[in-house]
């Protein structure tokens, strides 16, 4: 998990003001505190100050070192020459421009947010904080220990516990260590503490509610250890997030300013041969509800550089003028929707180990018939609003078309039922009971029928 440039500024600024207030204490001079001033006033950064060619080139030789031979004292003087405060303010507003406005993408990025910048923090610890108590440097690095599991062949992530660590050290001799070996020791910190939460098991963590002292505890008991070549100086801190499946899921950043949307216009012709070829499937009915909803899903959640060319839109944008004498009407309005329910239901089932059935609901409407004489008439009308529920038990096993089948032989039943029941002036009730018995007979290994309501129910004459 990277540190956002919000955090790393915050991280830089509580430099600063250990540093302002050491100088403070410690009473030094008026032109002293000049020179903190200007310090302090050089993070805050300008975000429209990028970093230049000559900038990223001194990035790439500094990369080109061979840091398992290169001890931290012959870095951290090619990085911040302290025996030159002209190269050492050079190099600084340097890094300053790298590390605001060097893209997370680029290949040298996990140097300079590591290696770099650990010696960054090590480097301004020395120039700037003469006082004791302050001139230790901080190493923070933050984790993430998170739980996947199989939703219908989807790797999903289901739970995670984040942690940040910041303690302060002290490199016995930096030019014996090198800056393989510091980085580490450094980085092992954290990846002991990611190690011992997932040999504890990460239910028992995930749900303890001193999971904040527990961390801490055993941080402490790694840092104890340090006492080969670098020193923790007794000072630590940790936080600790623990997210659920919907707090960890992914949130897509949809850039609507590129150009304004006119939502009167039809639909083109590319707009649904785009919706069409991402989502019609040839023989879909055969493939198993497992293989079928997983394509479905990560279709929809496939990156788009524009919101309006996503599937998301064109679903809601198509489908919304879509003739329903459309070949693929059907299908979009239907069946689509369905695989969307019951990947979410299996995903929830994952997370919170309860059952969470698909909803069906329906209207129906039976006229009632009657006889003068020999003639049939339409004495009126019932209508009837139902939902049922139902869960895929085998969703390797059961087909689009056993679904399909499902809930058509659901209705039709509870539709012959009636019918054939008009003259007995069957109560609501009764329906009810009957509805549940309908859908319990024609439950199976591969689907449930989970329960049924009556919503309304009423006869117009």
Not at 151 to 162: A, D, F, K, M, P
Not at 220 to 228: A, C, E, R, Y
Not at 281 to 301: A, G, L
Not at 435 to 442: E, P, R, V, Y
Request: hydrophobic share 30%; glycine share 2%.
């Amino acid at each position: 998990m990277k540190i956002n440039r919000s955090i790393k500024v915050g991280i830089v600024l509580l430099v600063v003001v250990l540093s302002v207030s050491c100088s403070t204490k410690i009473n030094k001079e008026e032109s002293h505190n000049s020179v903190t001033n200007q310090r302090n006033n050089r993070y805050y950064w300008n975000d429209e100050e990028k970093y230049t060619k000559e900038d990223y080139n001194f990035l790439k030789e500094l990369a080109q070192h061979d840091l398992e031979k290169i001890t931290v004292y012959d870095f951290n003087k090619i990085v911040l020459n302290q025996d030159n405060e002209e190269e050492y303010h050079k190099n600084e507003k340097i890094i300053q421009r790298l590390y605001q406005s060097l893209e997370e993408t680029d290949e040298l990025y996990p140097f300079l947010e590591s290696t770099l910048y650990t010696s960054w923090v090590e480097s301004e610890k020395s120039h700037y904080n003469k006082c004791e108590e302050n001139k230790y440097p901080f190493f923070v690095k933050s984790q993430d220990v998170s739980l996947y599991e199989d939703v219908y062949g989807n790797s999903e992530l289901t739970q995670q516990i984040s942690f940040s660590i910041d303690f302060n050290y002290q490199i016995k001799d930096q030019k014996m260590c090198t800056v393989a070996k510091r980085d580490a020791i450094l980085d092992g910190v954290s990846l002991s503490l990611k190690s011992y939460i997932e040999e504890q098991g990460f239910e028992k963590l995930y749900h303890d509610p001193q999971l904040t002292k527990v961390l801490l505890e055993q941080l402490n008991k790694i840092l104890g250890t340090l006492n080969d070549e670098i020193q923790w100086m007794n000072v630590s801190d940790l936080h600790c997030w623990v997210y659920s499946s919907e707090d960890v899921m992914e949130e897509v950043e949809v850039n609507n300013t590129e150009r304004e949307f006119d939502y009167t216009k039809k639909y083109s012709k590319e707009q649904y041969n785009k919706l069409v070829d991402a989502l019609v499937i040839e023989n879909y009915k055969e493939m198993s509800i497992e293989d079928f909803d997983r394509i479905i899903y990560n279709t929809f959640n496939e990156d788009s550089e524009n919101y309006y060319d996503s599937i998301s839109f064109l679903y809601d944008f198509v489908l919304n003028q879509l003739e329903e004498t459309d070949p693929h009407y059907d299908y979009l309005l239907n069946i689509i929707p369905f695989a969307l329910k019951e990947y979410n239901a299996k995903r929830d089932e994952v997370l919170s180990k309860k059952d969470h059935p698909i909803e069906f609901y329906n209207n129906l409407s039976i006229q009632i018939k009657g006889k003068v004489y020999e003639d049939e008439i339409i004495k009126g009308e019932l209508y009837l609003y139902y939902t049922f529920t139902y869960r895929i038990l085998d969703a390797k096993q059961c087909t689009v078309a056993d679904k399909i089948n499902f809930i058509e032989n659901v209705n039709k039943e509870l539709k012959e039922y009636i019918q054939n029941n008009l003259s007995n002036n069957i109560s609501e009730e009764a329906l009810q009971k009957e509805f549940k018995s309908i859908g319990n007979s024609l439950s199976n290994d591969k689907i449930q029928f989970v329960d049924a309501k009556i919503e309304s129910f009423e006869a117009a004459y």
